[in-house]
């Protein structure tokens, strides 16, 4: 994987999204070139016009990332990738337009657009042909050698066998005489040169999963492999950058304490994010107004009871404050106490399950951001009820609270909705991981896949 502002991106999505923007430049300049040519038009040089050509290809490719183009199945369903590309070319084009309109309506054609539109997804869906049927995935997978034969080497298997792994195991090494879980495994004894060992295996990258790590650390030989040019890893730090959570399952506060992460020098970025938050909230707040007050309005005739409902929630540093949302259940609905949300709940009312999958009852949380009580992005903000009692029963919970919460996160786009204290504890290590590894960036990437979740109903109740 290629680490960029902190964030682990595999290689082929990285290869896949280069040529992608390349493709999208030549089919913009393609589209031009077919409309000039019907109307015997002299075009120019493809500079005079490279603002619209990167405008083209910012806009389509902020869209595929938005909708799920790059995700696990980029390379490894057409299906897929044809459906997602032809919804990102729409969404693209309707964004290109408004933002054309609003520049007065002189720098882009429709027809031009349409082209270079149709250009696009010819492209970009054989570059997909290419990249995963010639090239091949394989190719971008890191060899890795496991130190380890237990348990923990048993997890690393299974996470190799994943359509969308990005490393491929070319062996174990049993490190103690212990009987061995995964198949195959060579014990230490019989490697004379481990070292050796992993040159012959043409091994990039040796992960240490021991069980137990006092008095078996095998220290010699992982300075041995360092100096080689191979890269080592411990067992959490592999995990947290090949599924994008921090594992609590293995993880220790020191790992925490002396691993990468929580830097800071977040000044700036907490700044740009604060001004980010105050024009996006201040913006989005005055546009969907007329929604907000046409829903509000229908709440109230579709059941009894107010249209908005005040909920207590817990914020940065613990700190208490409220949220504003649309009513989507009945007004009896916690007359029991407090309860987590369930899969079709009987207590969301009938127009409470439309505003829930669309997300439009989360629409006055912006109130909350505009005042700097929340965030646009950050781990989703607890009841205090809830908070007390996952504090008690799950490590590292109270860290969470050391970033601002926000109305999307990295556990809300990875994670589907969470109603249990075992779910909780999915939705913590996600939580965990944009804590620790927060740059605007990541908070960009969010971002647009929020749509894709909106788009596609994941994760809502």
């Known amino acids: 994987m290629i680490r960029l502002f902190k964030h682990y991106i595999p290689h082929a999505v990285v290869l896949l999204a280069t040529i992608d923007v390349l493709l999208l430049l030549a089919a913009a300049e393609a589209g031009w070139q077919l409309r000039a040519g019907q109307i015997a038009m002299h075009l120019g040089g493809a500079g005079e016009r490279l603002g619209q050509l990167a405008g083209f290809s910012a806009m389509m490719f902020a869209a595929m990332i938005a909708v799920g183009v790059y995700g696990p199945d980029a390379l490894r369903s057409m299906r897929f990738a044809t459906a997602r590309l032809l919804v990102a070319a729409s969404l693209g084009i309707i964004g290109l337009t408004f933002f054309d309109f609003l520049l007065g309506g002189q720098n882009l054609w429709r027809s031009t657009l349409a082209y270079a539109m149709a250009f696009a997804i010819v492209l970009l869906v054989i570059n997909r042909f290419v990249v995963g049927r010639i090239v091949?995935?394989?190719?971008?997978?890191?060899?890795?050698?496991?130190?380890?034969?237990?348990?923990?080497?048993?997890?690393?298997?299974?996470?190799?066998?994943?359509?969308?792994?990005?490393?491929?195991?070319?062996?174990?090494?049993?490190?103690?005489?212990?009987?061995?879980?995964?198949?195959?495994?060579?014990?230490?004894?019989?490697?004379?040169?481990?070292?050796?060992?992993?040159?012959?295996?043409?091994?990039?990258?040796?992960?240490?999963?021991?069980?137990?790590?006092?008095?078996?650390?095998?220290?010699?030989?992982?300075?041995?492999?360092?100096?080689?040019?191979?890269?080592?890893n411990d067992f959490s730090t592999f995990i947290e950058r090949e599924t994008g959570r921090v594992d609590l399952d293995t993880v220790n506060p020191s790992w925490l304490i002396f691993s990468d992460g929580f830097s800071s020098g977040r000044a700036v970025s907490s700044f740009a994010k604060r001004v980010f938050d105050l024009a996006a909230s201040g913006l989005l707040l005055l546009i969907s107004a007329p929604v907000i007050a046409l829903f509000a309005l229908l709440v109230k005739l579709d059941s009894k009871g107010p249209a908005f409902f005040r909920q207590t929630r817990v914020g940065l540093f613990g700190q208490n404050f409220d949220v504003i949302k649309l009513r989507s259940m009945r007004t009896d609905a916690e007359a029991n106490g407090a309860q987590w949300a369930q899969k079709d709940d009987p207590r969301v009312t009938r127009l409470g399950k439309f505003i829930r999958m669309t997300r439009i009852d989360e629409l006055p949380q912006t109130w909350s951001v505009l005042k700097g009580e929340m965030s646009f992005v950050g781990p989703r903000p607890e009841r205090p009820e809830f908070v007390a009692d996952l504090e008690e029963k799950l490590p590292y919970y109270a860290e969470r609270h050391m970033v601002k919460p926000g109305i999307t996160g990295w556990a809300q786009i990875n994670y589907p909705y969470g109603a249990s204290i075992e779910d909780s504890r999915h939705k913590l290590e996600y939580d965990l991981y944009y804590a620790k590894n927060y740059t605007p960036f990541l908070d960009l990437l969010i971002l647009l896949q929020t749509l894709r979740v909106v788009l596609w109903h994941e994760g809502a109740r």
Do not use: C, W
């Open 136 to 232: 091949g995935t394989d190719a971008f997978r890191r060899r890795v050698l496991v130190l380890g034969a237990g348990l923990r080497a048993e997890r690393l298997l299974k996470l190799s066998q994943r359509p969308e792994s990005g490393f491929t195991i070319v062996g174990y090494v049993a490190m103690t005489p212990s009987q061995p879980v995964v198949p195959g495994a060579v014990s230490r004894d019989a490697i004379e040169n481990l070292t050796a060992y992993v040159d012959s295996l043409k091994a990039s990258e040796v992960v240490l999963a021991l069980e137990e790590r006092r008095n078996a650390l095998p220290l010699a030989d992982l300075l041995r492999i360092k100096t080689t040019g191979v890269h080592v």
